[in-house]
């Protein structure tokens, strides 16, 4: 059984999709890219929270780890023709936040969140989408911490 909190609940943690479907979607990409649940710096373990994990892959060289990403977010709609819905994350991210009584607002996370990107200049498969998810969960981390 594939673990069940994955890069998916944790991209998607403030969705509010059901389990069933959201492990098909990693079944989807999982067996798509050939990756398992360790490609990741730190998974999610049952029980532990968004917090705790990191969405930082532990080879952000290996393209198949990277769109392994990309698919998720595809699977959820959170990609549409190959661009990146930041909107509709972001304000999926503030509604997370203002749940745990986090105050931001949404054009400043997503100055954040393209500043972050905007880093990483490489070129190669799934670059772009990679790193706005990882840039999200770092800069959101931060207003978690704050």
């Known amino acids: 059984m594939f673990n069940r909190i994955i890069l998916l609940l944790a991209l998607c943690y403030f969705a509010q999709g059901d389990v069933e479907k ?5 079944k989807i990409c999982q067996e798509k890219y050939h990756v398992t649940d ?13 917090e705790e994990f990191d969405i930082t892959l532990k080879d952000e060289t290996n393209e198949d780890h990277r769109c ?6 595809t699977e959820f709609g ?3 023709n190959g661009i990146v819905e930041l909107d ?3 304000a999926l991210a ?5 749940k745990k009584d986090k105050e931001v607002e949404p054009s400043s996370l997503k100055t954040e969140v393209v500043s972050c990107t905007s880093n990483y200049a490489e070129e190669g498969q799934c670059i772009i989408s990679y790193h706005a998810a990882r ?10 911490e704050s």
């Open 94 to 98: 503030v509604l997370e936040l203002k």
């Open 78 to 80: 959170f990609i549409d």
């Open 88 to 90: 509709a994350l972001i």
């Open 38 to 50: 360790d490609i990741f710096v730190k998974n999610l373990a049952d029980g532990e929270t968004y």
């Open 68 to 73: 392994y990403v990309e698919c998720l977010m």
């Open 135 to 144: 840039c999200l969960f770092a800069e959101t981390r931060k207003h978690f």
């Open 22 to 26: 959201m492990e098909a979607a990693e």
